[in-house]
């Protein structure tokens, strides 16, 4: 109905851009459709995506740890470190098993005993750039852990200022319905074609919404003219 709206009153521009309140209210009118289709997008964001692109982060991380934690099971078996060669014996499953974060924190601790091991696992092919790819890619995945979470709060939150422009934009088109009135003698026809357009129901919604602004109706007079 807004952007019915919209598009008669853009087509008959010359009619009303003389009546600056008219001007004022089709202006925030417009700023409140833009900011419902802005909102609109952000309350529609398709989280599928985000959970496809967490498992494929969780799967690059737990490939390049699992690289790294072989080399240190291979320096703790042969220096016979048990306790070492034990902690580091895992496999992909292993490292991908549990929840997100247990995953990220198995191969966060991979990364620290390689850290401090680092000078003696040269030779077993460990070196800095490949713990600082493993630090990268460690980080990016614990952003996208909490992406699906911030993900909810921005449509939360975007739900609640929605319902806000509908209300003003609402209030904007209650102002314009008070002055389409003053087009009956010079246009007809514009006034005819926005109370029409006023009259548009969303034919997908089970119900009138809360917040509909009743159509407007003009005064007895000019309801006597005859309209085109």
Not at 94 to 100: E, V
Not at 192 to 214: F, L, M
Request: proline residues 3%; neutral net charge; hydrophobic residues 40%.
């Amino acid at each position: 109905m807004y952007l019915a709206v919209e598009g008669i009153c853009d087509a008959n521009k010359a009619v009303w851009q003389g009546l600056s309140a008219f001007v004022a209210t089709y202006s925030d009118l417009q700023m409140r459709v833009i900011n419902i289709q802005t909102l609109s997008q952000s309350q529609t964001q398709d989280t599928s995506s985000i959970a496809k692109d967490k498992q494929t982060g969780r799967q690059a991380m737990c490939s390049v740890a699992k690289a790294i934690a072989a080399a240190v099971h291979a320096y703790a078996t042969k220096t016979k470190n048990n306790q070492l060669a034990a902690q580091s014996k895992l496999t992909v499953s292993d490292l991908m098993g549990g929840c997100d974060v247990e995953s990220a924190q198995r191969c966060q601790s991979i990364y620290d005993t390689a850290k401090a091991n680092l000078a003696d696992l040269a030779e077993y092919g460990v070196t800095e750039a490949k713990l600082t790819a493993l630090s990268g890619v460690i980080a990016a995945y614990n952003l996208l852990i909490s992406k699906p979470r911030d993900t909810r709060a921005a449509t939360k939150i975007a739900t609640g200022k929605l319902s806000d422009e509908f209300d003003a934009a609402d209030e904007a088109l209650t102002q314009t319905d008070d002055l389409i009135g003053q087009f009956q003698n010079v246009n007809a026809k514009f006034v005819s074609d926005y109370i029409n357009a006023r009259t548009i129901v969303d034919a997908s919604a089970s119900h009138a919404s809360p917040n509909q602004t009743p159509m407007p109706t003009l005064t007895p007079a000019l309801q006597a003219r005859p309209t085109i």
